[in-house]
């Protein structure tokens, strides 16, 4: 008799884990499946809201199938203390798993207004973005240099904002000089910088910030980012390249990201300087004459000049050439810019060609013309002038008629 109430208990354990494991292979299949959400929606979570509330305020909204299954899912994740004030923009169809990510990520998908401050090669920019109610889309509102352009009134309505949400844009190509004079620019933010950080070092990315973050803090999570991209790749490098260390794979890298904005090309600008490094020769850029005169604080709002070609005027305010890259051998000391990743890739990673030249086409398509040889080289650049002459003309031309009209 035991034996078989052993073994009839032993079949029911059997059969409720069994049950059990499907229950929960049910609930983890409908966690991450598109939910009931017909259109996109604005949710608010207010401070000092629990998961309970949100869940109903989701189950009211039509977005969730369940509350409380959101609500195990949330905790089983271990995102039931990572919930965050905010307006977070929900997309229609959106999976009970994704809700959770938007709510506990914070600041990356939000339906309240935006400002988003850009520190850029020429120029800063501030551009204003609001959420049309009707649409759920983000249409701009206004955008204005800090520096010279009149505050639009807009502004401080959306500065003021309690559903605002602020982002810091650091485009590839500056200089951690120029950073350092946008963040002084960004009025949200606090503290004084007293130090540049390392040219090269800086992460350029988009930030997620809010009034009252620190400028050095920020400035220490664009230098740890930019060491871990850094890493990361010089890690995984190819073998046999001419480049000794990460900081001069970083100088390498800087040169890419000042020669083209073309990301198919910058292998192949990689491949030229490995190619040249290689053979002994002279790298011979124009951005390294320009960071030799500048040394990143500002731009040079100028033609270059044969002087400027020679050394002459880096030698003349610096007391000696070291980046100009015409009369140096090498690499330059250091970066000239912050390289985005994909610059740090390419550098890593040159194209094998036998290309030893290239010269901007001036064709509107921001690409270059390769060269194995000096002639192929002559021949291109005789191109690109002319290339350039036609434009030029062509642009005299159109004003002219619009004068006219």
Same mark, same amino acid.
């Not at 207004?113 to 609001?130: A, D, H, K, P, Y």
């Not at 642009?395 to 006219?404: K, T, V, Y």
């Given at each position: ?9 032993? =079949? ?21 499946? @598109? ?14 809201? !629990?998961?309970? =509330? ?27 203390? *990572? ?7 929900? @997309? ?9 990510? $938007? ?14 401050? !850009? ?12 959420? +049309? ?14 520096? !010279? ?7 401080? %309505? ?70 871990? #991209?850094? &890493?990361?790749?010089? &890690? ?27 990301? +198919? ?11 040249? #490094? ?9 951005? %390294?004459?320009?960071?030799?005169? &500048? ?13 400027? #070609? ?14 100009? =890259? ?8 250091? @970066? ?7 610059? $740090? ?7 094998? &060609? ?6 901007? %086409?001036?064709?509107? !398509?921001? *690409?270059?013309?390769?060269?194995? %040889? ?7 650049? =005789? ?23």
């Amino acid at each position: 008799m035991w034996r078989n109430i052993a073994s009839n208990a032993l =079949t029911v354990l059997v059969v409720a884990l069994f049950l059990l494991g499907g229950v929960i292979a049910w609930a983890v299949r409908d966690y991450a499946a @598109p939910g009931p959400l017909a259109q996109a929606i604005c949710l608010q979570v207010p401070q000092g809201a !629990t998961m309970r =509330t949100v869940s109903g305020d989701l189950g009211a909204q039509g977005a969730v199938r369940s509350e409380r299954m959101f609500r195990i899912g949330v905790a089983y994740a271990g995102l039931d203390q *990572g919930l965050k004030a905010g307006s977070y923009l929900v @997309p229609a169809g959106a999976s009970m798993e994704a809700i959770a990510d $938007i709510i506990t990520r914070g600041g990356a998908s939000t339906c309240g207004s935006q400002i988003q401050f !850009t520190v850029g090669v020429t120029r800063n920019l501030v551009q204003m973005r609001e959420l +049309d109610p009707a649409t759920l889309q983000f249409r701009e509102l206004a955008r204005f240099n800090p520096a !010279t352009d009149p505050v639009p009134p807009e502004y401080a %309505t959306l500065r003021d904002g309690a559903d605002t949400q602020y982002s810091l844009v650091v485009v590839p190509g500056v200089t951690s000089w120029q950073v350092v004079q946008g963040l002084a620019a960004f009025e949200i933010l606090t503290g004084d910088v007293t130090a540049i950080p390392p040219e090269g070092m800086l992460a350029p990315d988009s930030y997620q910030v809010a009034p009252g973050d620190d400028r050095g803090a920020l400035l220490a999570r664009m230098q740890s980012a930019q060491d871990r #991209i850094l &890493t990361e790749e010089w &890690t995984n490098r190819e073998d046999g390249l001419p480049i000794a260390s990460m900081a001069e794979a970083l100088t390498l890298a800087s040169i890419i990201e000042k020669e083209t904005g073309v990301a +198919d090309e910058r292998p192949l600008v990689a491949g030229v300087l490995v190619n040249r #490094i290689r053979q002994g020769w002279q790298l011979q850029f124009d951005p %390294t004459i320009i960071y030799g005169i &500048t040394r990143g604080e500002g731009i040079l709002d100028r033609p270059i000049r044969q002087s400027d #070609i020679d050394g002459e005027t880096e030698r003349r305010l610096h007391g000696s050439v070291a980046y100009n =890259t015409y009369v140096i051998r090498g690499l330059p000391p250091g @970066p000239i810019a912050l390289p985005a990743r994909s610059a $740090i890739h390419a550098a890593l990673h040159p194209a094998q &060609t036998d290309y030893m030249f290239f010269v901007a %086409t001036n064709d509107g !398509t921001g *690409g270059h013309a390769f060269a194995v %040889t000096r002639a192929e080289h002559v021949a291109n650049v =005789t191109a690109a002038r002319r290339a350039a002459e036609e434009a030029a003309a062509a642009a005299a031309a159109a004003a002219e008629d619009g004068q006219e009209n």
